[in-house]
């Protein structure tokens, strides 16, 4: 049992490594943009520093999210419970607020597009279209 | 002293009785010869023990001073003959024999002049003087007129017997009725007590005790006049803040402010200001009257500010007041964390009640700052012991914004103003010398830290479709501060920083009868 309890942390930390790489990685990607962008460069450390908080800062985030929802009294983490997290930078909120709404209205006319089809399909035939009516409306 | 022992169990009366025959009727201060005075000792002593018998912890003294005295015959020795004065004597009998000692006729009165005897006589200030005034037993005499008759017969019985030991040469009379009753019986006995209670309380029925009437401390003239005083010297500042014990400074304020009607009263006012005075002291943990900037800047929630939204809550003070004291006391809290560099999400959490908690920007609830309070406390973590009250004021103010939620909700939508919290605040916190703009940069930060923490609360009760702030978002606030972790949960802060009154309140504990309070 320890030895399997040994196993699945080393399992974890494991994970936890190449997530780390990961985000090192994308980190990297990044400043190498910016340093292009604005001329300037970046030095190995200062990599590593912004990767390693924004792993941490990541898990404070998930660890924030998830009470957030709890506090909602729900179970499923929301975009409300983003917005939440990021009100406090104001330009990251705005973003977040502007990108919520773009998606909040591709669901909407992803609704209405699968509405229409239902109703096209229905009015083949009364009966079924009175049941897709009635399942679209459901 | 053995010859004296009555056949019978000798009674403080005649045991008095001897000692007074015996004692030298001049004030003991005066020279004396070491034998007379041991031999007075050993007389006083005998008849204390005697005494005593009834009164253990008074026989310990008495048996004390009367081997030190009989030890050494130097004038020290006279120093303690002066505690075996028959005054005291008569103290100590008025407290272990009630029976002759009260002259109330019923129960009525009967308690009532006991304790009013006791004390007065306590306070006497003439020594060797027989006389003890008690005027405020007259008073009480006129309550139960009806009453006095059938008590009459019964006192006149006494009396009798009080007359034998009066014409027997006893100086002391220790019915106070009989003074105003039967002055031609007594007319040789002038026993007055002082009057250090109140008249008021005479009349309460047994001992039945007026819960302590808290008259609304003015908050608001209370923090003007302190930002008035210039720059105080750090003495004023520490006199202010007197930790008291977190719940204290606004504990016992804003406990009963939670509760009680507030009262008005002389006595209650002057208790009122004096604890509030006290309270901020401690300035920790209670909500202090927010000025003693104990409060660790730990969020709003800080009691201590809410200590003096209490006080102004008592009052009935509209909630702006609250808020403001609140606000100011979280303000105070939060220079005290900043100065302490102690971590301010336990006063997130505790915000709920006190106004620390008050990141709403209506203001800061007092009622949950005592989990405030604790939140302070957590805020304290070093640094000085008032800020540890502060921090624990602080943690316990959340708890405390659970207890009066609905008022301050009302008054939620309005952005108080804050009243700026004295200067002398964050110089007590700093433990040295501060500029004046710096004071101001610093006040500067706590109100923009103190807003934020009351908009992050509205946040919060919105995020969960709430119009009220409820002690969940104070929770919550402290989560992300930090202060309540996985290993240290909300009640853990009110039981460590919070005065026992708070942590009542916040709490839920089981009572009597299967009732949980307070309601879950």
């Known amino acids: ?138 | 002293m053995a010859d004296h022992n009555p056949d019978g169990d000798p009674t403080p009366r005649t045991l008095l009785r001897r000692v007074l025959d015996t004692a030298d009727p001049r004030t003991p201060r005066r020279p004396r010869s070491a034998r007379a005075g041991a031999q007075r000792a050993l007389l006083e002593t005998a008849s204390s023990r005697r005494l005593s018998g009834q009164t253990k912890t008074i026989a310990k003294g008495r048996s004390r001073g009367a081997r030190s005295i009989g030890r050494s015959a130097h004038v020290q020795a006279r120093g303690h003959l002066e505690e075996q004065t028959p005054r005291t004597l008569l103290k100590n009998i008025l407290l272990t024999a009630p029976e002759s000692s009260i002259l109330m006729p019923e129960s009525v009165v009967k308690p009532v002049p006991a304790p009013q005897v006791v004390q007065p006589s306590r306070r006497e200030s003439s020594r060797g003087s027989l006389e003890l005034q008690l005027p405020e037993l007259e008073p009480s005499t006129t309550l139960a007129p009806g009453l006095l008759a059938p008590g009459r017969r019964k006192q006149r019985l006494r009396l009798s017997m009080f007359q034998q030991g009066v014409d027997q040469g006893l100086p002391l009379s220790q019915e106070p009725q009989g003074n105003a009753d039967a002055s031609s019986l007594t007319s040789s006995l002038n026993l007055t007590f002082a009057t250090p209670l109140q008249p008021q309380s005479v009349q309460r029925p047994g001992l039945a005790r007026r819960p302590p009437a808290r008259r609304a401390v003015d908050v608001g003239a209370f923090l003007r006049d302190l930002r008035d005083t210039s720059l105080a010297p750090p003495n004023i500042v520490l006199e202010d803040t007197q930790p008291f014990s977190q719940p204290t400074v606004g504990s016992p304020n804003v406990y009963h402010s939670l509760p009680c009607t507030p009262h008005t009263g002389a006595e209650d006012a002057e208790q009122a200001a004096g604890r509030r005075t006290q309270s901020s002291g401690p300035g920790l943990q209670n909500n202090s009257p927010g000025k003693p900037a104990q409060f660790l800047a730990g969020e709003a929630e800080e009691v201590d500010a809410f200590a003096l939204g209490f006080l102004s809550t008592s009052s009935g003070v509209s909630g702006e007041d609250e808020v403001e004291p609140l606000h100011n006391g979280v303000e105070e809290a939060e220079k005290k964390m900043k100065e302490e560099g102690v971590s301010v999400s336990e006063m997130e959490a505790t915000g709920a009640q006190g106004p620390s908690r008050a990141e709403e920007p209506e203001g800061h609830t007092q009622v949950t700052e005592a989990e405030g309070s604790q939140g302070t406390a957590e805020a304290e973590g070093p640094g000085a012991s008032s800020g540890d009250e502060d921090a624990s004021s602080r943690a316990a103010s959340p708890e405390l914004a659970s207890s009066t939620p609905e008022s301050l909700q009302a008054r939620r939508h309005h952005q108080f103003p804050e009243p700026a919290p004295p200067p002398g605040a964050a110089v007590f916190f700093a433990k040295m010398p501060m500029e004046r703009k710096a004071l101001e940069m610093v006040e500067k930060c706590l109100d923009k830290y103190f807003q934020h923490l009351c908009d992050d609360l509205e946040v919060f009760a919105a995020h969960a479709g709430r119009k009220t702030v409820k002690p969940e978002d104070l929770e919550l606030l402290m989560r992300r501060q930090g202060l309540v972790t996985d290993q240290v949960s909300l009640h853990v802060l009110v039981e460590r920083h919070l005065p026992l009154e708070y942590r009542q309140l916040l709490i839920p504990c089981a009572y009597s009868g299967n009732s949980v309070f307070p309601a879950q």
Do not use: W
């Open chain 1, 1 to 138: 049992m320890e030895e399997e309890a040994e196993t699945e942390e080393q399992q974890r930390f494991s994970y936890q490594q190449r997530l780390k790489a990961a985000v090192h990685y994308t980190v990297g990607c990044l400043c190498e943009e910016v340093a292009l962008d604005k001329e300037m460069q970046f030095s190995k450390q200062t990599i590593a520093a912004i990767s390693e908080l924004t792993f941490r800062q990541c898990e404070n985030f998930a660890k924030d999210l998830e009470m957030f929802a709890r506090h909602a009294k729900r179970t499923t983490i929301n975009t409300e419970d983003v917005k939440l997290l990021a009100r406090r930078s104001n330009s990251l909120l705005k973003y977040i607020t502007d990108k919520s709404e773009e998606i909040a209205q591709i669901n909407l006319e992803r609704k209405a597009q699968k509405k229409k089809k239902s109703e096209d399909g229905g009015k083949n035939s009364r009966e079924p279209a009175e049941a897709g009516v009635v399942e679209s409306e459901n």
